[in-house]
């Protein structure tokens, strides 16, 4: 992975987990043809990392340094997003339940987020990047002439999360989702280090009734408007 390219323009999309982010992110990246980050997916990638080589969930110091050594690359393709590391598909490991959990601690921590933050921006090469997340227009690309914040109900989104569980052979109880997004979300509010809220100048977008495809059709116009990208 090439240094960070000043001049490729940076879509972030940033917003609390079930309400679209991913998808959006990689429909809109594979249409314009640009590079694509999904950085909860790195905190994930981290969990995960750091739960198989037995690292404490608070060893800050040792998060930080496994953060900035990461092998990770996106491949995606008509809105579905594989995650590998080191050369192994780790996309179904990560999307657990358990992982999310983990992930969401680990992300509370300030040490864990420097050793992420020049890996994330790394990923800002020419022609252009598509930023999912939960602080990418607040945190990491701050100049980025583009930033959505999307939103839904945690009715919603545990509903949504449900459906691809049960989609998955995975057995869940709704309530149950519901309460973990809402007990998640406080966490990540709350935080310290880079609390989850919109930036001053993102646009918000409620996916709460409207279709994956309407997201992308307004987020689409907004690049176009701002950017003049077109794919």
Known sequence: ?????????????????????????????????WHLLDSGALYRVLALASEEADVAVDDEARLEAMAAELDVQFKGREGLQRVILD??????????????????RVASL??????????????????????DGRDMGTTIFPQAPVKIFLTASPAERARRRHKQLKEKGIDANLSELESAIAERDQRDAERNASPLKPA????????????????FDRVMKLVEERIGARP
């Open 1 to 33: 992975m090439t240094r960070m390219t000043e001049s490729a323009p940076v879509v972030t999309l940033d917003g609390p987990s079930g309400v679209g982010k991913g998808t959006t992110a990689s429909l809109l990246a594979e249409r314009l043809g």
């Open 87 to 104: 050369g192994r598909d780790v996309s179904d490991q990560i999307r657990t339940e358990e992982c999310g959990g983990r992930a969401s």
């Open 110 to 131: 300030a040490g864990a987020r420097r050793g992420l933050l020049a890996l994330q921006r790394r990923f800002a090469q020419a022609p252009g990047l598509v930023a």
């Open 200 to 215: 001053d100048d993102a646009v918000l977008i409620d996916t709460t009734e409207i279709s994956i495809g309407e997201v």
